[in-house]
């Protein structure tokens, strides 16, 4: 996806509805991701800055505004104001979690209908959205596993390789090296996110770049897309759902 584009959507993408608004035009995974990719940057930017709100959120919400009142008026993903306004009421983060998964364990049904209408409306904090952000990780190991079986590339997975004396480990380390693209490559790491510059940093520095110093070069798939202009670093490639159409050669010395 070029740049601009990629800009002008991700600034299309205000509130949960706009996921649903933009399904005619895009592809329903690169809304989800962008979604939630842009309010977790914006969640771990003002976290702080929204809870020291608390104490004037549990009198508002006493006072009979709603949940999703408050999270409109602070711009702030519902489930977390919830969080906010039980905890200063003097629940427990393990407790208020439970009420999230089973609303009924609250004593008012009132703030357990509140609260089921929270979890409905938040598409990035709810059990539902932990449930598809997993599904969709688990749908890119299996492209993945499916585009090297395909072309007979043996290799090792992460649970694999789990307990060998490296520390990290790439989704797939290639038994031996193959050819994308006329580059060579050791290993393949899935991506279920969107392949932007913030995501491509943060993971260039954290696996990618790690990676290459222990394995060799290696190629990273953002499955829901990726900018087409990324900076990689040096043995680092990137490719997205297209890669299912890219042959690969076993590598000669």
Same mark, same amino acid.
């Given at each position: 996806? #070029?740049?601009? !584009? ?14 649903? *608004? +933009?399904? #005619?035009?895009?592809? !329903? ?7 939630? &990719? =842009?309010?977790?940057? !914006? ?15 549990? =009198?508002?919400?006493?006072? /009979? ?11 702030? %993903? ?19 979690? $439970? ?9 008012? %049904? ?5 609260? *089921?209408?929270?979890?409905?409306? #938040? ?9 598809? &952000?997993? !599904? ?5 190991? $299996? +492209? ?5 079986? /395909? &072309?007979?590339? $043996? ?6 390789? *789990? ?11 290639? #038994? ?6 006329? =580059? ?16 491509? *940093?943060?993971?260039?520095? =954290?696996? +990618?770049?790690?990676?290459? &110093? ?40």
């Amino acid at each position: 996806m #070029d740049y601009d !584009e990629y800009k002008d959507l991700y600034n299309s993408l205000r509130t949960a509805k706009d996921v649903g *608004r +933009l399904s #005619d035009r895009y592809d !329903e995974r690169l809304l989800d991701t962008l979604f939630t &990719q =842009k309010t977790s940057r !914006e969640v771990k930017k003002n976290f702080y800055r929204v809870k020291q709100n608390s104490k004037r959120m549990l =009198k508002d919400w006493t006072k /009979g505004t709603s949940i999703m009142g408050l999270s409109e008026k602070y711009r702030f %993903p519902p489930i977390l104001v919830a969080m906010f306004i039980f905890l200063e009421d003097g629940a427990s983060k393990k407790e208020f979690w $439970g009420y999230v998964k089973d609303p009924d364990l609250l004593e008012s %049904p009132e703030a357990a209908a509140e609260l *089921r209408e929270a979890v409905r409306n #938040d598409i990035v904090y709810s059990p539902d959205a932990s449930l598809r &952000q997993k !599904e969709r990780g688990l749908w890119g190991e $299996g +492209l993945l596993h499916e585009w090297l079986d /395909g &072309q007979g590339v $043996g290799y090792r997975t992460e649970n694999d390789l *789990r307990g060998e004396e490296t520390v990290k480990t790439p989704d797939c380390l290639l #038994d031996e090296p193959v050819i994308y693209k006329g =580059k060579k490559i050791c290993w393949v790491e899935s991506k279920a996110s969107f392949g932007d510059n913030v995501e491509f *940093r943060f993971n260039s520095r =954290k696996q +990618l770049v790690p990676y290459t &110093q222990l394995f060799g070069p290696g190629l990273v798939v953002y499955w829901v897309g990726c900018l087409d202009d990324l900076e990689c670093p040096e043995d680092v490639y990137v490719d997205d759902m297209s890669v299912m159409d890219v042959k690969l050669e076993i590598f000669k010395d």
